[in-house]
Structures are given as C-alpha cells and as structure tokens.
C-alpha cells in the first residue's frame, strides 16, 4: 500500500528556468531515486522486459540472452529452471550489468513445487485459510531453493463456469471465500519477510474477469456491468493488496470491450488511484501484442503504447516494449515519466525482496519433498476432499470387506497432480491403488482398472472389470479426468465422465448389483446425470496432488472423517450453466410449490398453466449439490438462531448466535457458513451472499454455542454509482450447512 511519504519540494532555478523535484524521505524511495538516475533510457526500458521460454530452458543459456543481461535489457527471466543457468544469469546482472541490478527468476508455482498440493479448486474445498497458507509456504520454500522467487500465484479469477478449464486453478464462486483464501495465499508466499531468501513475491492474477469469459471458452469476451464488477471480481484482488502482494498480472481477456492489458479504467484509476497499489503489474504470456488479435492494437507499437498507457510495467515474454518504448518516448507519446513510474514500481519490489543485498539463491534441497512438507500436502487433501453421497453409509469401509479397485484414475500418478504442475514429478506421487495395497492385506483387493485412461472408449477390459468386482463385496471405481481435461485451453462443452466411464459403470451395476464407491479426480464438478444413480456413493477429490492416494484411502477406511465443502455449485447438467448460489430473485423466482417438471405437464397443457417461473421444465432450478455442500460420517444439527437485536447496533454490530451438535457417533469438523441477504436495495441484491465461515470440530453428543458478529461493513456493497455503501431496510441471516440448507432469521438496519 501507498505510505505517506514526506516530500520536500527542493526548486532549482537551472539556466533561468525552474524545476522542481521531488526528494523524498522515504529510505526506499531514496535508493529508488539513486539508482534511477544512473539508468539509460536502454536500461530503463530493459526492466519492463521479462524474457524467457515456455515451461524450462533446454540446451545452453543463448549467447544473445547473456548478452542481454549483461546490457541491461532484461528486467526477469521466466522458467529459467537450472540451477546453474539461475547462477549464471544473475552473476552476470550483478556484476555486469551497467547498474548490477539483479533479476528476479518467475515460475507458475500454482499449488506446490516438488511437493504438490491439491489443485486450487481443491485447496478451496478445505474452507480452511491456514492450511492454504501452509501449503504456500511449503512451494516457496521449495522453489526458492531453485531461485524462483516470484510466482504467478494466487489464481483470484471467480468462475460461475465449470466448463471453463480454468476453474481448477480458481477459488471458486463466492468472494468472500476467495477472498480469505487471497490473503491466505500471499501471506504463505511471500512470507513476513519478503527479503527472506526463501520468500516468493506473489502476483494476484488475472486481473480481472478472466472467469467470465462467455460459454466458458477460454481467453473469450468478458461483459461484467461495473456493480457486479466491484461486488463480485475484484474483491479478491482488493484482499490480496491488504495481504501485501507485490505484483499483479493482467489477463487475456476484454472486459467490456477493452482487453485488460490495456484497460486503464483498472489497471490505473481502479488499482493505481483507488487502491493505491505501489508494487507493479506484469502482462500475461504476449497478451500485451494479443491486443492487435482482440482488434484493439493496430501494430505492436500501439499495442506497446495502449499497454504502458494503461499500466502494465512489465511485459512477459512478447517484445513490443523492447522495439518500440524508446520510439514512442522520442515521438513524444510516451511520456518518459510514465516510463519512470513503470521502472520505478519494478525496482521497488526489487529493493523489497533483497534482491540487492542478497541476489543469489540459497541452496536448501534437503526441504524439497521434506516429511513436513509430504504431511501438510497429505492434510491438505484429505480436508479437500468432499463426500456428495453416502446411501446407508455404505462408507467407510467395513474391516473384512473385499474391494475392487477398478477405473481409469486408481493408478494414475501423473494425473492425480492436476493441472499447472511443471516441477511436480508422478514419481514422487502415492496412488490410491499403491495405498490400497499398503493397508489392505492382499486377498482382499481385485484390481482391473477397465480402463487406461480416462478418455479410454474401448470396452475390451470391461469384462476383466465385472469379474473383479463378482469375486469382491464392493466396487471402488476411480473415476475422472485426465489432468490435462482442465487448466488452460481446456474447456469442456460436455462435462459428464470422459471416455467410456459412465457404461462401464452401468455394465458392473447391471452384470453384479454390487455396491459402488465412485472416488473423483477432476478438475472441475462433474455431471453426474447419466449415473448418479448407479453408485451408492460419491468421494470428489479435485486432482489432489502428491499424498493423494494416502488421503482418498484413509477417507475410504474411515481414518479420516471427511471435511470437504464445495467452494462452486455442482449442476446437475451442463444445461443448467452458469449457475451459482448468489442469484438474484428475479420477478418470478422459481419456486418448488409450484414448479412443474417437463414429465408431469399434462399432455395438451393449455399453453400458461405451468407456473410461470424462472426455472428449466427438465432440469428444474436446484443444482445437483449446492455452493458449500458436503456430507460427514457422523451428522449435524443446527437450533436455536438468534440475533442480538432486531436491528444493528450503534456500533454498527450484530451478534449472530446458534447451537450446533454432533448428533452422530463419530468426532467431525463442520464448516458452519453464514449468509445474509439484503432484501431492497438500490440495485438488485442477491438471494444469499457468504460472510463467515468457521471450521467446527465437534465430539459425538457434543453440543457448541457459537457466536458470530456481523459488522455494518459486511452489509455495504457497491451501488449503481460504484460507492461502497449500507442501504436501511430488511435483512436475513442464515446459518446453516451450505447455501441451501440453512437457519433464517430476519434484522433491519434503521
Ligand atoms: C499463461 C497463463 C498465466 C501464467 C503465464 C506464465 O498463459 O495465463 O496464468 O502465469 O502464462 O506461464
């Protein structure tokens, strides 16, 4: 954030003009100013560079990169990831470079380094911002032994679309989760020191509205009215300034008709005046020259101009700065103190990380895939994971009972690390199958996967597979999809099970009537319309990354009670997209009293007679599993709702009390989450919008009085003229657990 910062004008008069500059206080400021004045225009410009290759730098370091560096005309490398290149490159920076500014090395940390943690869709499954910093910390201490200290992380882009493959970095739907997990994130990364070797600067990325992005098509147009904007995407980044991140990453897409790596409506009024954001923003991959593909840049000299009139300092990896910033200065386009302001961002977060005093990596590779760090992975996954369905509890497992493991994701340690893992190895990965074996004694596990892989068509081992599960008392069907199903470029139109799943699925329910366990590895909700009726129960474990297999299994054998809570809406079919828990009612919400299902209209139904409501004749208007849904071993109950009073307080507080009790035989977590609604505003508000949670631990017969206060500025939101503000007039209070099942009660603010 901006500091106040003394500044005493001091007016020379040179040559009979006057100038003033501005001196400031600020010790950091000051090194700013000393080292700035000994920069060329050429070394100036080099630092907006970041140069690099795609995912690792094969053969040796290029002549013409050396020479680069040594000129001052790179800023930062990109998936530099050889030790000796990384010493290399930032030997020749420091020492001989005209300045000796150091570099900073990049990489797409995204969840975990060596040690990977579930994907972040799955991370959001936990609820639990500790144990997301945790896993934070652990990739920068990771990567920072192989000279990474700055990571394209955290992913903050909100997704309604579970087409979109991107959704499995995202945080999910809700702002305010994704907002405690923002924090969360930032605060492991870069740690409470950010010149400590073993810290990673953060980059709250993609800002903003890349998760919009029409049909869930990837890189495709984002239209967001400036209310929803502010309501709903931003606020996640907002959070990651108040944690302190230091860099920003613009994305791909438009947003409202001008692409982000040229919108200056966010990258300068939003961040820069608004926000007061003094670390500095970097393109996306060549998204500042993608702007000539949007039909926003005419050349890359414009695009050059529109990017750094806008405000992103640095450009990854396209060159249109390199070429033309110094034409553009010398035409006068370009105002040069624009281009100060730029460099001036980048050596401040320089100056922050150390770089100058310490530029060199620290060698630590006895952390790398530590036992601590195994453990919080496994912890991770085990909290990520999210049980959907659990007919006559037919988990956990029995002790004498024979499993058949079969489906295409048992085995499939590459897969199981999810998406955006360049450094994560499958060697390194614990499969379901490996752990299977490990607790159970042999006699009891028949394995025939029936598949190789998930997009598998061919039935020739289907038979193998229902042979496996007659000679055993339960089927343990790994399902899913491929890691490279999701992440970037990978939409999905059709977000059932790919391949041939679902039929062999049905074949084993049809050929042995045997009960079936259905585990997912995705990264993204799957629709399970097809067979949810063929399974008796449903484990979704995200893609859950290196402890995997130790995690699903404990969760099967009952070692683990599960804890997961969805972070998006699981829908029952890709038809009811987008679709989200924070809806607006809409003049005619639908409503289950008078919803008539597309079976049961009378054959000749007189054209108005089916209750005339928002909702699909098939599909209905409930998803299959609401946002913050998610089932234990043992049972909650919820009693006794109460508010401190009938309206807020002078303080602007209101005390939100309840009872919550283990009412089953087991110890659990709940995560009990708490929603609001305001019920008029000034625009329309939505049906329910998140603003606590906490994580209850509970013993059986255990009951806790819980207590959550409700400040005035958790009712505010941004009105039709973009302020933040409280409107008078009725409100609810829901507790509950999940979006749909919840405890109400009513409160005004006067
Ligand atoms: C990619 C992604 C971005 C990533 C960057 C560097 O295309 O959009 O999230 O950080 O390029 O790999």
């Not at 080292?35 to 795609?54: C, H, N």
């Not at 790994?478 to 799943?501: D, K, V």
Request: hydrophobic share 40%; net charge negative; glycine share 8%.
């Amino acid at each position: 954030m901006r500091r106040i910062i003394p500044l005493f004008i001091i007016t020379v008069s040179l040559f009979g003009c006057e100038s003033s500059q501005q001196v400031s206080q600020d010790p950091l400021e000051q090194k700013i100013d000393s080292i700035m004045s000994k920069m060329s225009l050429t070394e100036k410009i080099g630092q907006t560079a970041q140069r690099g290759t795609s995912s690792r730098v094969k053969g040796a370091l290029s002549e013409e990169l050396k020479t680069a560096v040594r000129e001052g005309r790179v800023g930062s490398l990109i998936n530099v990831m050889n030790k000796d290149f990384v010493d290399e490159l930032q030997r020749i920076a420091v020492e001989e470079s005209p300045n000796g500014i150091p570099l900073i090395f990049a990489r797409d940390v995204i969840h975990g380094f060596k040690t990977i943690f579930p994907i972040p869709l799955g991370q959001a499954a936990t609820w639990n911002p500790e144990l997301v910093e945790a896993g934070a910390r652990v990739a920068a201490v990771e990567a920072s032994t192989y000279g990474v200290r700055w990571t394209f992380a955290p992913m903050l882009d909100i997704s309604r679309d579970p087409r979109w493959g991107r959704i499995a970095e995202s945080p999910g739907e809700d702002p305010f989760l994704a907002s405690e997990l923002s924090a969360a994130y930032v605060k492991g990364f870069q740690g409470d020191d950010l010149s400590d070797p073993s810290s990673m600067v953060a980059c709250a990325k993609h800002f903003v509205g890349y998760g919009a992005a029409e049909g869930g098509r990837d890189y495709n147009t984002a239209i967001i009215h400036e209310p929803l904007l502010r309501n709903v995407y931003l606020p996640p980044f907002k959070k990651a300034i108040e944690a302190g991140v230091q860099t920003f990453m613009s994305g791909f897409n438009e947003l409202n008709g001008v692409p982000v790596s040229g919108n200056q409506f966010l990258l300068d009024q939003v961040l820069r005046q608004e926000w007061a954001f003094d670390g500095f923003v970097v393109s996306d991959w060549n998204s500042v020259t993608e702007m000539i593909a949007h039909g926003y840049c005419a050349d890359e000299k414009d695009a050059a101009y529109k990017a750094a009139r806008a405000g992103v300092d640095m450009e990854m990896t396209s060159q249109s700065y390199d070429k033309h910033l110094q034409e553009l200065i010398d035409e006068g386009k370009l105002d040069v103190n624009q281009l100060d302001r730029m460099v001036r961002a980048i050596l401040r977060v320089k100056f922050r990380m150390g770089l100058f005093e310490q530029p060199y990596r620290i060698d630590n590779e006895e952390v790398v895939l530590s036992e601590d760090h195994l453990k919080k992975a496994k912890d991770a996954a085990l909290q990520s994971i999210v049980m959907l369905k659990n007919e006559e509890d037919i988990l956990p497992l029995k002790t004498s009972q024979k499993v058949a493991v079969i489906g295409p994701l048992a085995n499939a340690p590459l897969d199981q690390l999810g998406t955006w893992i360049f450094d994560g190895d499958q060697d390194d990965s614990v499969t379901p199958l490996t752990s299977l074996k490990e607790k159970l004694t042999a006699n009891r596990v028949k394995v025939a996967a029936g598949l190789d892989y998930s997009r598998d068509r061919s039935t020739a081992q289907f038979s193998s597979a229902v042979n496996a599960a007659k000679q055993s008392d339960i089927v343990l069907f790994f399902a899913g999809e491929e890691a490279i199903l999701s992440g970037e470029a990978h939409s999905r139109a059709h977000i059932n099970l790919p391949g041939a799943q679902e039929e062999l699925i049905k074949e084993i329910r049809k050929k042995t009537k045997k009960p079936i366990v259905l585990i997912i590895q995705a990264g993204r909700p799957i629709v399970l319309e097809n067979i949810l009726d063929d399974v008796d129960a449903v484990l979704m474990a995200w893609h859950p990354g290196t402890m995997g297999g130790p995690a699903i299994v404990d969760v099967l054998l009952g070692d683990y009670n599960p804890s997961g809570r969805l972070p998006v809406t699981w829908p029952k079919s890709v038809g009811q997209v987008p679709i989200y828990y924070n809806y607006k009612n809409t003049g005619r919400p639908a409503r289950e009293e008078s919803f008539v299902g597309i079976d049961d209209i009378p054959i000749g139904a007189w054209q108005s007679s089916l209750g005339n409501n928002s909702h699909y004749l098939d599909d209905g208007f409930r998803p299959q599993y609401p946002f913050g849904y998610g089932l234990s071993y043992t049972s909650f109950e919820y009693d006794n709702l109460k508010v401190s009073e009938d309206s807020l307080n002078s303080n602007g507080e209101l005390k939100v009390s309840f009872e919550l009790t283990n009412t089953g035989v087991l110890p659990g977590v709940e995560t009990v989450q708490l929603y609001i609604r305001d019920h008029v505003g000034t625009i329309t508000r939505p049906v329910k919008e998140l603003k606590k949670f906490q994580r209850v631990v509970l013993n059986p017969k255990e009951t806790k009085t819980l207590e959550l206060t409700l400040s005035s500025s958790d009712l505010k939101f941004y009105n039709a003229e973009n302020e933040f503000v409280l409107e008078s007039g009725q409100f609810s209070v829901f507790v509950g657990a999940n979006a749909q099942n919840t405890m109400k009660k009513d409160f005004w603010v006067r």
